[in-house]
């Protein structure tokens, strides 16, 4: 297995990344990371002072996750320069990109650049939703003025992050109630002993609840169904954008609403970057 990777941009789970490779006995060349001063100091790791520079060294690119927040410029949130989208399709030409909410496989496609998207893959996906179980939950307890234990709370979505925060509620004492709308998983609802709420019975049980927290990337929260929610409620949305709340109608209804995205990086960064690692070897197995 070829010992060299480069890795373009990235958040602190990508700078621990780096640490973990460097550790493992690869050499890493890095752009878009001048400013991680913890990897200043490692033999292993090269900081390129061009892109082309650091490309040019591997065959494999590691990028962030998401590759771009605003389809424009590559993540750098450690970079002392942007990367335009454009300029960092034309330096991949004949490399394989493996990042996470890549967004421009057309594009790829099209120079015929071989991507993974590691948010496609099901054991990152997996092992992901535990970080963000877990920052859901803490910021419930920051929140909100009451313990957890004991809270009428929803979980919108019974997908993966939806199992796993429902299991963890359930564990601290919430009284733990799940909607959905396929009938396969109200019945896996009830078969784990939580309380089922078909999507067409939403609207009639909203009120009862101290926390909602929405895992659908769909506005099912608009403005009438937020007239339906108790005032001193928390609504955690953890949909991607555009998200699932409508959060102009919540703040002209004073309602607490908490946009969580990208959890994982904010509560988890080092167990994350053991995730993406496990993943990362995997698909480089693979290829």
Not at 240 to 269: C, F, H, M, Q, T
Request: aromatic share 6%.
């Amino acid at each position: 297995m070829e010992k060299s990777i480069t890795v373009v941009g990235g958040d602190l789970r990508i700078v621990k990344l780096v640490e973990m490779l460097d550790k493992d006995g690869y050499e890493v060349y890095t752009y878009g990371l001048e400013n991680a001063d913890e990897l200043l100091c490692l033999e292993g790791v090269a900081m390129c002072p061009t892109l082309e520079e650091a490309v040019s060294h591997s065959k494999v690119v590691i990028g962030p996750i998401p590759l771009s927040s605003d389809k424009k410029r590559v993540s750098t949130p450690f970079g002392r320069n942007f990367v335009e989208l454009e300029d960092f399709i034309e330096v991949l030409k004949g490399k394989y990109l493996i990042a996470g909410n890549i967004g421009i496989k057309e594009e790829l496609d099209a120079n015929q650049i071989q991507c993974t998207d590691l948010l496609k893959r099901e054991e990152f996906s997996v092992l992901n939703t535990i970080a963000t179980a877990e920052g859901t939950i803490q910021i419930a307890m920051e929140e909100t003025q009451r313990t957890v234990h004991g809270t009428n709370t929803l979980v919108m979505g019974f997908g993966r992050i939806g199992k796993v925060l429902a299991k963890m509620l359930d564990g601290i004492g919430a009284k733990v109630y799940c909607e959905a709308r396929k009938d396969e998983d109200i019945s896996w609802i009830k078969a784990y002993g939580y309380n089922p709420i078909h999507l067409n019975d939403l609207s009639e049980n909203l009120g009862k609840f101290d926390i909602i927290i929405n895992t659908i990337p769909f506005q099912l929260l608009d403005s009438e169904k937020l007239d339906l929610v108790k005032k001193e409620a928390v609504i955690i949305d953890l949909a991607s954008n555009p998200g699932g709340v409508d959060r102009k109608a919540a703040r002209e209804k004073n309602l607490k609403v908490i946009w969580a995205l990208s959890l994982p990086a904010k509560v988890a960064p080092l167990t994350s970057a053991e995730f993406i690692k496990e993943t990362l070897y995997h698909v480089l197995r693979e290829i």
